[in-house]
């Protein structure tokens, strides 16, 4: 498969995963197209889990799913999913592939505020990142570069790796890895070096 089908077909992915992210039940909905963005205000996200005109919280949270996920179900909504909150601006849901019925897939569906994101870590899979739309600093291994999406970013396993919003507003990030069970918290590394101390 060449570069630009791969492309296409991943875009096509995580606009599906994205699209499962809005609220309410488990069957499938069509949904009109939304409004084209005015100029100057804050593009649409797929889906928002913490306001942006309230305080982000000082304390972090991981709880449980509010709602159990049956292995019928053909769609995995946000209360189906574990959802977490990581300061100063990192909310977002993740499920373990192996809970959900996935033989070597697990994800995670970020709401990162500008200026936030996760502390330094590895895991011990490979990982992608999909955004469709937003600015993001990455500090992988040693490497640190800026981009805008739409784009894939590679994160090759045992890399120390984070990120930071680098943009005006929260964006909506898919991370995927190709494992049943990853260990997000076993490669914690500490704080992410690319958030700057409040003054």
Known sequence: MNTRKRF????????LLAACAAPGDNSPKQTAAAPAATSGAQPRRPFEIFPTNVPLPSEGFDNPPE??????????????MRKFYGPPGEFGYYIDGADY????LSFILTETHPGGGPNLHTHETEE???????????????????VE????????????HTFINAGSAPFNLIAVFPDRRPDYAR???GPNPLIKPEQ
């Not at 296409?8 to 606009?15: H, N, S």
């Not at 019928?72 to 189906?80: A, G, K, L, W």
């Not at 469709?132 to 490497?143: F, I, N, Q, S």
């Open 101 to 104: 019925g996935f033989k070597s």
């Open 128 to 146: 992608a990142h999909i955004l469709l739309e937003g600015k993001v600093t990455y500090l992988v291994g040693d490497r640190r570069f800026t």
């Open 149 to 160: 999406g739409p784009y894939i970013t590679r994160v090759p396993a045992g890399v120390p």
């Open 187 to 189: 490669g914690d590394l």
């Open 8 to 15: 296409t077909t991943a875009l096509a992915f995580a606009v």
């Open 67 to 80: 709602s159990p996920f049956r292995t019928t179900d053909d769609v995995i909504r946000p209360n189906q």
